[in-house]
């Protein structure tokens, strides 16, 4: 399972930081992710990490969100900053994992986590 925390309320130009943790009988992950969904809006992808290291913002947060992961840990961060208000969402991730006596890869998502900026 995943288990999203680090969310809360924030001003305008304030940072948070996210994170993630991935639990079970875990053989690998491939990818995690960060995805956003505010209110009335479909969910959106902010942001990629891969197995290999690699990384993919969108642009409505390149520059400002950082997304990182731990591996040994099994845990993917969001260091957000500079935060406006229109970042306010819930905040959720998302990872691709393969579990011990498994051939193939499973898709989970966390319960999201409330990012509210406002003054």
């Known amino acids: 399972q995943l288990q999203a925390s680090g969310g809360g309320l924030v001003q305008p130009g304030g940072s948070l930081r996210l994170s993630c943790t991935a639990s079970?009988?875990?053989?690998?992950?491939?990818?995690m992710s960060w995805y956003r969904q505010a209110p009335g809006k479909q969910r959106e992808l902010v942001a990629t990490?891969?197995?290999?290291?690699?990384?993919n913002h969108a642009d409505a947060i390149r520059g400002r969100f950082t997304i990182s992961r731990d591996t040994a840990k099994n845990t993917v961060y969001l260091q957000m900053n500079s935060l406006k208000p229109e970042d306010t969402a819930v905040y959720y991730c998302?990872?691709?994992?393969?579990?011990?006596?498994?051939?193939?890869?499973?898709?989970?998502w966390g319960g999201g986590t409330l990012v509210t900026v406002s003054s």
């Open positions: 998302y990872a691709r994992i393969q579990a011990y006596g498994r051939d193939y890869v499973m898709n989970y």
């Open positions: 079970g009988s875990i053989l690998s992950i491939a990818t």
């Open positions: 990490t891969t197995s290999g290291g690699s990384t």
